[in-house]
Each structure stands twice: as structure tokens, then as C-alpha cells.
């Protein structure tokens, strides 16, 4: 269970065992990697699915025409345009040149 990462130290409970406390959640402090990783791949999923309804075509032809941006239906681009933004912001944040990692 990671539900620790969100939280700040928190008070004791009775018995003095460490008692999480909703209001004690720092999530709004948090940018985790993990998940802007799995929503990027939703972004990519959804524009792949939109583009597949749009143009009746596979899901893995509609893949492929995304991966190579050439997806045209609107949602498809939507969703496209914000899984590069976000790709972009993942790198510029959590990507350090200089170690490689």
C-alpha cells in the first residue's frame, strides 16, 4: 500500500500507532511519476479508439496513423495534443540530463 506517499507525518493514535488522517493528505504537493506515466498511455489509448470509430478502421491501423500523427479526427487529435504536452512535461520535470535517469 502506498497510500503513505500522500500523506505527511501523521499523529498517533491511541496506543501510540501512527493514524493517517485525511487531513493530514499532501496531494496536492505530490507530481508522481507513475501516474502522469499510466495517463499518458490513456491519452494515447483514447486518441488510437477515437481515431479507429472515426475512420472505421482497426484498432491497430488506427494505432499506427497515431503514432506517426497522422490520427485527423478531432478527438483523436485532442487527445493526442495532450499526451505530447504531457510527454513533455514529464521530461522536463522528472528527466535529469545529467545522470541520465
Known amino acids: 500500500?502506498?497510500?503513505?506517499?500522500?500523506?505527511?507525518?501523521?499523529?498517533?493514535?491511541?496506543?501510540?500507532v501512527e493514524a493517517f488522517r485525511l487531513k493530514d493528505s499532501e496531494a496536492t504537493q505530490i507530481i508522481p511519476i507513475d501516474l502522469n506515466a499510466i495517463l499518458y498511455?490513456?491519452?494515447?489509448?483514447?486518441?488510437?479508439?477515437?481515431?479507429?470509430?472515426?475512420?472505421?478502421?482497426?484498432?491497430?491501423?488506427?494505432?499506427?496513423?497515431?503514432?506517426?500523427?497522422?490520427?485527423?479526427?478531432?478527438?483523436?487529435i485532442v487527445f493526442v495534443e495532450a499526451a505530447k504536452s504531457r510527454r513533455i512535461a514529464i521530461n522536463d520535470?522528472?528527466?535529469d540530463e545529467l545522470s541520465g535517469r
Request: proline share 2%; net charge negative.
Open 1 to 16: 500500500d502506498f497510500s503513505s506517499r500522500w500523506t505527511r507525518s501523521g499523529g498517533l493514535a491511541e496506543g501510540g
Open 41 to 76: 498511455r490513456f491519452e494515447l489509448g483514447l486518441a488510437t479508439l477515437y481515431e479507429a470509430i472515426a475512420k472505421g478502421i482497426s484498432v491497430p491501423d488506427a494505432e499506427s496513423a497515431v503514432a506517426k500523427g497522422s490520427g485527423s479526427s478531432t478527438e483523436a
Open 93 to 95: 520535470i522528472f528527466w
